[in-house]
């Protein structure tokens, strides 16, 4: 059973540019999770979403930040016209039951 | 608002030592607790999970306890390594309305030197 999966790993983006970040859960997993590790700082929770639905998002910026997980593909967190500010790596979680999470190895996004 | 703090921020000592890392949270209601590794540049391995219900989780060197009164765990490491190094997360799952966010204390850096 393959870990979960993100991509790309490294990403480098203009502002203004859209950022977006792919994340493949474990095989049987139904519940996504999204976290953001800014420099020098702590994880912190941004959104968590269940196949098609978002069930909190209470850590999402209000603007320029949208997430989604369809019925089939992967889960896409989405930056639009990012700025210096949202270099971070962001990194991606599943659980088979809102339980325990299993981390995928992040993507690292450095806006230029 | 669930607070989740770790100390020490950074801990240096030699190969063999037996350690403690603390993490402390401000919610009582705790779901679970879990412990992860971080690699500088990588993502989290997680080490030990400890359901509310539980007092400690063993695996291998490690051994994670949690006391849900006082809003403590321990993770203790026994006879470290130079591979040990690397950053130590414990995260909170509060359960509730909160069920399945992980909230993460900032951390602790352990370096094992040989």
């Known amino acids: 059973n393959a870990g979960v999966m993100q991509n790309p790993r490294h990403l480098v983006r203009r502002r203004g540019q859209e950022a977006r970040l792919r994340c493949s859960p474990m095989?049987?997993?139904?519940?996504v999770y999204w976290y953001r590790q800014l420099p020098e700082e702590g994880l912190k929770f941004m959104v968590y979403l269940q196949k098609e639905n978002i069930i909190d998002e209470s850590g999402m910026p209000k603007e320029r930040f949208s997430a989604e997980f369809p019925k089939e593909g992967p889960s896409i967190l989405r930056i639009q016209q990012v700025v210096r500010g949202d270099s971070a790596a962001y990194f991606c979680a599943s659980s088979p039951n809102r339980d325990k999470q299993f981390f995928g190895p992040g993507t690292r996004l450095t806006v230029l | 608002k669930q607070e989740v703090t770790q100390i020490p921020a950074a801990l240096s000592v030699p190969e063999g030592e037996n350690l403690v890392l603390n993490c402390s949270f401000t919610?009582?209601?705790?779901?679970?607790l879990q412990w992860f590794r971080q690699d500088p540049g990588k993502g989290l391995t997680s080490l030990l999970l400890?359901?509310?219900?539980?007092r400690e989780q063993t695996s291998g060197r490690l051994n994670a306890s949690l006391d849900k009164s006082s809003g403590r765990s321990t993770l203790y490491i026994a006879a470290s390594q130079p591979g040990d190094s690397a950053t130590y997360l414990c995260?909170?799952?509060?359960?509730?309305?909160?069920?399945?966010?992980?909230?993460f204390g900032q951390g602790t850096i352990l370096t094992v030197h040989p």
């Open positions: 995260a909170e799952n509060a359960g509730g309305t909160s069920y399945g966010k992980l909230t």
């Open positions: 095989k049987g997993h139904s519940h």
């Open positions: 919610d009582s209601a705790i779901y679970n």
């Open positions: 400890i359901q509310s219900s539980q």
